[in-house]
């Protein structure tokens, strides 16, 4: 008998109320994510082997990184140039054509999009490098890269072990690392003439990152002193008056370590190593090219000469 008349309470209950009542717990459908563009924080302009530094503080500020051409080809002094591909060099039309122009091949990076600073921090790794003149000149170059000042210049890997002339030490980084923070990435260029006006990042950039690699390699692989020759050879060009940065001596790369010590050669190893075992041999990352030197990092407020 109950039964019965709970089954009648029920009938008398309006339909689109239970249907109410259903939907009011039934779970909302997940929302399409929809992919949003990456924002760009930070410029990187990575620098590798035997460029120079020019920090000039003028109006505008503006940073002139840049590798020499050799005033003899026989010198063995010459480099190959990389842009964001370690695998080949520019094309042989690039080439061509940048040979005909004093900057070699050219890049600028605008101000526009960029965070501005007036001064710029430079890794104290670089001490033994950097150096003050306002007697400077720009020889025939094979790239030429005018940049605003950046935030910060570091290096990455360990620093070469150098003797100067004078007969002091020091440690040299064989690398820089230019870092930029960014206000409007849309505005954000960098422009060759000879590669088409604007020019496209590395495929390789981490999360956030806008990255260009740049890079000078020897022409002649197997020229033990191209370093301290190159290194030598640009002061005394482009910076007379920094007579007391000359070299005598640069570490060789690990490259080199290892075809003279015979360290890279395979032999067994036990599985468990114990304090007799010798230590680990590590690799810089950063030497992809092999160009065991940079130029000097020179502060000026003066315009090159001649």
Known sequence: MRRRELLKALATVPVASALGNCLQYRPSPT??????KEKIHTVQILLEGAFTIVLQKN?????????????????GLDHNFYFNDLTRGLPEEVLKAARKEPEGTHFRLSEAGLRNYPETYVNPGFADFEAYTQKWHLPDRVV????????????????????????????????????????????????????????????????????????????????????????????????PDLCEHFLAYIEPSEKNKGQNSGALRPRVMPSVLNGDSPSAHLLRVSAVLDCQSIGPVVHTSSSPTG
Do not use: W
């Not at 929302?31 to 949003?36: D, F, L, V």
């Open 59 to 75: 109006k505008p500020n503006r940073l002139i990184a840049f590798v020499p051409r050799s005033e003899d080809e026989s010198h």
């Open 144 to 239: 030429t890269l005018e940049l605003p000042f950046p935030n910060s210049i570091n290096f990455s890997g360990r620093p070469l072990r150098v003797e100067f002339t004078t007969g002091r030490s020091g440690h040299m980084p064989t690398n820089y690392i230019l870092e930029y923070y960014v206000e409007e990435a849309e505005r954000v260029t960098l422009t060759c003439p000879q590669l088409g006006e604007k020019c496209v990042p590395s495929p390789n950039c981490p999360p956030g990152v806008k990255r260009y690699f740049f890079g000078v390699a020897p022409t002649e692989k197997e020229n033990p002193k191209h370093a301290l020759d190159f290194y030598n050879s640009t002061l005394r060009r482009c910076f």
């Open 31 to 36: 929302p399409t994510a929809t992919p949003s």
